[in-house]
């Protein structure tokens, strides 16, 4: 599915920006119905990603009232998505950076998504063998993330992590139109690129080859939110050593 050009662009450059909707229709359709019936039909956002020891007072006291947990050493704050939104909304109000650098939501999910397209990518774009793709393990991170108006992250590396070569995120906003939430980055050559999270775009991060030797690793954020309500699938795959 992925040709020797684009292999050598991702490998090149560290990144692949795809159409996943029109490559993988099906996988691309059972995710967004994933998505609309069992994530957000029934707010399955449980957990927001900020730090709650750093945030606002009125931030702090809002949480202390609420019927959550806390995760400072993480960074999370569990509980249920009215809740988290409300706490969400109260930050961004009065947001500082410094205090708090990132905020978004997301859940987790069962690895059985987009099968397809990782074992195209680990035979195409990674030169697994038909035997090492019989074994390919499940897919290391699979989350549906959700950035509210004024959610954010601040540039940082995710590094060459131990037994994933690659993350891919995939967007299924509607409504985005210039409204931020935009996936910014640093080329190797310190230009910055974005990549617009427009609806069925999926964008490839290179980490590692399929024997763990580090080979990319771009320094990227998400800038904020203005006005719409940005979804996006999650996920990654492993390398050979971790099978």
């Given amino acids: 599915m992925f040709s020797i050009e684009e292999k050598e662009f991702l490998n090149d ?31 399955k956002f449980n957990i927001l990603i900020c730090k709650p020891d750093r945030v606002n007072d009125e931030a702090k006291e809002l949480i202390s009232s609420l019927d959550i947990t806390k995760d400072v050493d993480r960074g999370e704050i569990t509980g249920n998505q009215d809740d988290l ?27 059985t998504l987009f099968y397809e397209f990782k074992k195209d990518a680990a035979k195409d774009l990674y030169n697994f063998t038909d035997e090492e793709i019989t074994k390919i393990s499940e897919m290391q991170i699979t989350e549906y993330t959700l950035y509210l108006p004024g959610g954010q992250t601040p540039y940082h590396l995710d590094g060459c992590e131990s037994g994933r070569l ?14 931020g939430g935009v996936f910014e980055f640093k080329d190797k050559n310190g230009i910055t690129k974005e990549i617009e999270p427009e609806y069925g775009t999926s964008l490839i991060l290179d980490f590692t080859d399929k ?30 050593s971790s099978i």
């Fill in 13 to 43: 450059e560290g990144y692949l920006v795809v159409n996943i909707k029109e490559l993988y229709p099906e996988e691309f359709e059972r995710a967004e119905k994933i998505l609309k019936e069992e994530i957000i039909a029934d707010k």
């Fill in 85 to 111: 939104e409300t706490i969400h909304n109260v930050i961004v109000n009065d947001y500082d950076e410094g205090r708090d650098g990132q905020i978004w939501l997301y859940t987790s999910f069962p690895n």
């Fill in 166 to 179: 690659m993350v891919f995120l995939t967007y299924f906003s509607h409504d985005y139109k210039d409204g």
């Fill in 211 to 240: 024997h763990d030797n580090p080979t990319n690793n771009l320094n990227h954020r998400v800038t904020a939110v203005k006005n719409f309500r940005r979804y996006c699938f999650l996920s990654s795959l492993n390398s050979v």
